[in-house]
T-cell receptor, first 113, second 114 residues
Framework: DGGITQSPKYLFRKEGQNVTLSCEQN?????MYWYRQDPGQGLRLIYY???????QKGDIAEGYSVSREKKESFPLTVTSAQKNPTAFYLC????????????FGDGTRLSIL | AQSVAQPEDQVNVAEGNPLTVKCTYS??????LFWYVQYPNRGLQFLLK??????LVKGSYGFEAEFNKSQTSFHLKKPSALVSDSALYFC????????????FGRGTSLIVHP
């Protein structure tokens, strides 16, 4: 079955440490996205990529970095510069173009030790 | 810039009764509108979308949504609620043309009581 796989499901970060969240899709989608979800705040866009080897900052990119070396993979690194990283992180993908719904993974919950 | 408002943080309804989850939007041009559902500790699942055509859109699990251009609304509805419908519901809007990146509302928690 096609879908999006996020790993790990739970992740703990120590102070000053970078951590990388994995996102893999086998839907053959060109576009991929990373969102941060905090209680009562909905989804906020961190980064998105509409094609391999290209990505754009979203609304809250500071303290995060991404790469898009392969169509199926869009890893997110939460750097030590992100001072409040505790959140639920969601990866999504879609067919490029107007009016296309997004398909979501089941998220990674990041906490600070 | 586009925006979405979900005016209710929580909606309570008895099982078997009709439910409505409200959404209003602001966008330049004709919008693309979406509803998603999220169960605890899971990702969002697509329910339905409006692009053009009939103002009443039918989606998954018996849900439907009514597009009202004059009121800039896209309310989610279901004729008879189930306890299993209890979840977090998100409305999203994306503009025509451009980057087509959607903006999500803050979500509405639907609680269906037995």
């Amino acid at each position: 079955d096609g879908g999006i796989t996020q790993s790990p499901k739970y992740l703990f970060r120590k102070e000053g440490q970078n951590v990388t969240l994995s996102c893999e899709q086998n839907l053959n989608h060109d576009a991929m996205y990373w969102y941060r979800q905090d209680p009562g705040q909905g989804l906020r866009l961190i980064y998105y990529s509409q094609i391999v080897n290209d990505f754009q900052k979203g609304d809250i990119a500071e303290g995060y970095s991404v790469s898009r070396e392969k169509k199926e993979s869009f890893p997110l690194t939460v750097t030590s510069a992100q001072k409040n990283p505790t959140a639920f992180y969601l990866c999504a993908s879609s067919i490029s173009g107007e009016g296309q719904p997004q398909h979501f993974g089941d998220g990674t919950r990041l906490s600070i030790l | 810039a586009q925006s979405v408002a979900q005016p209710e943080d929580q909606v309570n309804v008895a099982e078997g009764n009709p439910l409505t989850v409200k959404c209003t939007y602001s966008v330049s041009g004709n919008p693309y509108l979406f509803w998603y559902v999220q169960y605890p500790n899971r990702g969002l699942q697509f329910l339905l979308k409006y692009i053009t055509g009939d103002n009443l859109v039918k989606g998954s699990y018996g849900f439907e949504a009514e597009f009202n251009k004059s009121q800039t609304s896209f309310h989610l509805k279901k004729p008879s609620a189930l306890v299993s419908d209890s979840a977090l519901y998100f409305c999203a809007v994306s503009p025509p043309g451009g980057s087509y990146i959607p903006t999500f509302g803050r979500g509405t928690s639907l609680i269906v009581h037995p």
